[in-house]
C-alpha cells in the first residue's frame, strides 16, 4: 500500500514533507508550486473558466499566491484555515463550478473510496477537472482515474502531473 491513507487521523495530522510551511506536505510549498502557478491562470483564460472549486484545499499555502481572475471557493476534508468549508468528496457530490482542482487528494484514497469521488466530481455537472496524475500509484487506483488530459503540468522525473481534464 505506497500512497494509500485509510485513516481520518493521517489526514488531521498532515505530511511532514511541508516542513514549517505547510502541513500539507510539498506539493502545497510555495518552491513546488511555481509552474502551477504560472499555468493555472493561463488555462483559465484559454478555456474561458471562471469559477474554481478547490475540493482538497489543505490550507490554502500556495493558492493565495496565485494571479487569476476566478470566484473561487475551498473546500477541505480537514479545513485548516476560516472559510475552508468542511466536505467530504467520497460521500457528497462536489459542487458545480467551471472547473474542479483536486490536487494531491484523489491518489491518497482507498480504491472504492477513489472510484465513489471520480464519481462524486463528475455528478457535480462541472466542465473540467485539475487533477493530479501519480502514474507509479494507478495499480492501486481505478481504471477510470487515468483520464485523456487536455493539458498536462509534468511535476517531476517520477511521472507525477497534474492534468486538465474535461469531465
Not at 508550486?33 to 484545499?57: C, H, N
Not at 499566491?65 to 466536505?87: K, N, S, T
Request: with cysteine; proline share 5%.
Amino acid at each position: 500500500m505506497g500512497d494509500i491513507v485509510t485513516t481520518l487521523e493521517k489526514f488531521k495530522k498532515g505530511w511532514k514533507g511541508g516542513g514549517a510551511e505547510t502541513p500539507c506536505g510539498s506539493g502545497s510549498k510555495l518552491e513546488n508550486t511555481v509552474l502551477q502557478r504560472k499555468v493555472f491562470p493561463q488555462w483559465v483564460e484559454k478555456y474561458g473558466i471562471k469559477t474554481v472549486a478547490d475540493i482538497g484545499a489543505g490550507d490554502l499555502n500556495w493558492i493565495t499566491h496565485i494571479d487569476w481572475e476566478v470566484d473561487y471557493a475551498a473546500y477541505d476534508l480537514v479545513p485548516r484555515r476560516p472559510g475552508v468549508i468542511e466536505f467530504d468528496i467520497v460521500r457528497n457530490v462536489a459542487p458545480r463550478a467551471d472547473a474542479l482542482l483536486c490536487l494531491w487528494v484523489l491518489n491518497h484514497m482507498p480504491y472504492d473510496d477513489c472510484l465513489a469521488a471520480l464519481g462524486n466530481l463528475k455528478a457535480s455537472g462541472s466542465k473540467y477537472l485539475i487533477m493530479t496524475d501519480r502514474p507509479r500509484w494507478h495499480c492501486e487506483q481505478p481504471p477510470q482515474i487515468q483520464m485523456e488530459s487536455l493539458e498536462t503540468i509534468a511535476l517531476n522525473a517520477k511521472g507525477d502531473a497534474i492534468k486538465l481534464v474535461e469531465l
